[in-house]
């Protein structure tokens, strides 16, 4: 039984640029949550998609943007990336919009 | 506004040295409170979820317990594979899980 997958695994980046990291949710998972956790740091909530819609968002900016595909999948895109932006991006899935959801390993994103 | 303390930062146990990890939480409407395990540079790991008071769940040496205030994970006779960050986090109305900053286990042999 497949888990949670997420890639790419490592990213570095410049100040500026643009970026997109994928999560593929567990099997029998229908939805996406995407969370960054800064060093030290619990996760911070971003956002989740469930029906291929943003049904709730944290305290991001619009700079955040996403994306679920109809096989349930996810895309998180950052636009215009920031020094602060450089963190461990996870992707957590779960059924039916679910209480417990289980986490992937997560990308690590750093910008110079 | 949500918040939720883990104590202590840091703990550092010897092998066989039972202790207990705390989380206090505040929030209104609270549907479930999780625990999480997280190894370095990795995502974390399902522990538990509860959620009522007075409810409490077990697996292998981890005891979660539940009251309207705090939660505790109880560590019983830990061993080196033990050693992570341990996360607890918060779930109110939609789905968003609330986390604390964790608290860091290391048991020496």
């Known amino acids: 039984d497949a888990g949670v997958t997420q890639s790419p695994t490592h990213l570095i980046k410049t100040r500026g640029q643009q970026v997109t990291l994928r999560c593929s949710p567990k099997s029998g998972h229908d939805t996406v949550s995407w969370y960054q956790q800064a060093l030290g740091q619990g996760p911070q909530f971003i956002f989740q998609y469930y029906e291929e819609e943003e049904r709730q968002r944290g305290n991001f900016p619009d700079r955040f943007s996403g994306h679920q595909f109809p096989n349930y999948s996810s895309e998180l895109n950052v636009n215009a990336l920031l020094l602060g932006d450089s963190a461990l991006y996870l992707c957590?899935?779960?059924?039916?919009?679910?209480?417990?959801?289980?986490f992937g390993p997560g990308t690590r994103l750093t910008v110079t | 506004e949500d918040q939720v303390t883990q104590s202590p930062e840091a703990l550092r146990l010897q092998e066989g040295e039972s202790s207990s990890l705390n989380c206090s939480y505040t929030v209104s409407g609270l549907r479930g409170l999780f625990w999480y395990r997280q190894d370095p540079g990795k995502g974390p790991e399902f522990l538990f979820t509860?959620?009522?008071a007075g409810e409490e769940k077990e697996k292998e040496r981890l005891k979660a317990t539940l009251t309207k205030k705090e939660s505790f994970l109880h560590i019983t006779a830990p061993k080196p594979e033990d050693s992570a960050t341990y996360l607890c986090?918060?779930?109110?109305?939609?789905?968003?899980?609330?986390f604390g900053k964790g608290t860091s286990l290391l048991v020496t042999p």
């Open positions: 957590a899935s779960s059924r039916d919009r679910g209480r417990e959801q289980y």
């Open positions: 509860l959620y009522s």
């Open positions: 986090a918060v779930q109110r109305y939609g789905y968003a899980l609330n």
